[in-house]
């Protein structure tokens, strides 16, 4: 796996940072590996007009 290159920061509601928390907590999961296998199943959920299934970076 390619060592990350990035950090993305964005702001949650106190209920959904608990909700966050919790399913890591059931999991055995630290928050990070919840977020990236998040951000991993979106490639499934793109529309398939890339047949790499990568995703256009210009929308960021």
Do not use: W
């Not at 890339?50 to 995703?55: E, I, Q, R, V």
């Amino acid at each position: 796996m390619p060592k990350p290159e990035v950090f993305i920061t964005f702001r949650v509601t106190q209920d959904e940072k608990e909700l966050l928390k919790k399913y890591c907590d059931q999991e055995v999961r630290n928050q990070t590996e919840v977020l990236r296998e998040l951000i991993r199943g979106l490639r499934r959920r793109l529309k398939r007009t890339d047949p790499k299934g990568s995703a256009d970076s210009s929308h960021d």
